[in-house]
């Protein structure tokens, strides 16, 4: 594993939540979380592939599973490099493709936002790792950097909040027992999940990062929140903004989680299926972008 850059201050207390709780809660729950997104995730890789023989640099890697997948696509004369703010993140994607005996893939710590990529990529992916930048132009101009001209950006974000039902619903049910506090000791994950959800912000950042050929193709799909409708809230209490407003609130909102639970659960029979199953409806961006051959650097 190497590590590039430092991590901007402005980045430090989002870095910070990565690589502890968000990183734990992640892990504890990434079967719901990974499975959840792999119906749209074969789609965005069918729709927009790399291609074979190509060199791809996946951003905010996470566990790298999407790394390890476009080093399967790009073929045994392709690359991948997976690049995550999180030393734990990386140092599980690093284990796992090893385990894997993916050979064509290598993995880094850094910030988006201070790394220093040189143009030898011809693919850019994230899915969901674009969302939490202090400052995202720069971050997204260093991916930029990171593409030779003509190279495509491909990512995957979600959509303003109240476009995901699972999202929205739930945040309002906990929003009956709880309110943002006005300050919090508790570090965030940075802007936040739907930071890019509105179309003119998100395709703002890339234009101002030098990318052209913008476009956001908006995909709804059903996302299976749980096995079962305990999975589905402990799932829903611990990532995202129903789970947020919880974290942030301490033991107040420890203290509250009881009775959150059983409204949750009320909520949630609604999307239950026959197989016991959860599925409430999600809305993602599939965003688009190419450097330009002549872009400022
Ligand atoms: C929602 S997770 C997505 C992980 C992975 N892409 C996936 O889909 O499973 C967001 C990821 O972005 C990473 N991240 C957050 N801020 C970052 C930054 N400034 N630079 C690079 N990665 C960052 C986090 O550490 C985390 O792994």
């Not at 309002?172 to 506090?181: D, I, M, Q, T």
């Not at 029979?269 to 400022?296: E, N």
Request: charged content about 25%; glycine content about 8%.
């Amino acid at each position: 594993m190497s590590s590039t850059g430092a991590i901007a201050p402005a980045n430090e207390e989002a870095v910070r939540a990565w690589d502890t709780v968000l990183y734990d809660r992640w892990k504890q729950f990434r079967g719901v979380f990974v499975e959840a997104l792999a119906d749209i995730t074969d789609e965005v890789f069918t729709r927009f592939p790399p291609s074979e023989g190509g060199r791809c640099i996946d951003v905010g890697c996470g566990f790298g599973d999407t790394t390890r997948r476009m080093a399967q696509l790009t073929g045994p004369d392709g690359f991948a490099l997976g690049t995550d703010s999180s030393p734990r993140f990386i140092a599980d994607a690093v284990r796992e493709a090893e385990e894997a005996g993916a050979w064509n893939v290598a993995f880094e710590v850094a910030d988006a936002q201070t790394a220093a990529w040189t143009s030898t990529f011809d693919y850019a992916f994230s899915r969901m790792g674009t969302q939490f930048f202090a400052a995202p132009v720069p971050a997204m101009r260093a991916v930029r950097g990171a593409l030779v001209p003509g190279g495509r950006l491909v990512k995957v974000c979600w959509r303003r909040k109240h476009e995901s039902p699972m999202w929205a619903e739930t945040a309002e049910v906990v929003e009956r027992f709880l309110s943002r506090p006005a300050e919090y000791e508790a570090d965030t994950c940075g802007p936040g999940p739907f930071s890019l959800g509105n179309p003119d912000t998100c395709r703002g950042i890339l234009e101002a990062a030098g990318f052209t050929d913008v476009d956001l193709h908006a995909r709804d799909f059903p996302y299976r929140m749980g096995r079962d409708l305990d999975e589905a809230i402990d799932a829903i209490l611990a990532v995202g903004p129903a789970a947020e407003l919880v974290r942030l609130n301490g033991e107040h909102g420890e203290a509250a989680r009881p009775a959150i639970a059983d409204a949750l659960a009320e909520h949630l029979a609604d999307w239950t299926q026959p197989d016991g199953s959860v599925v409430g409806r999600a809305s993602v961006w599939f965003v688009t972008a190419v450097s330009p051959s002549s872009a400022a650097a």
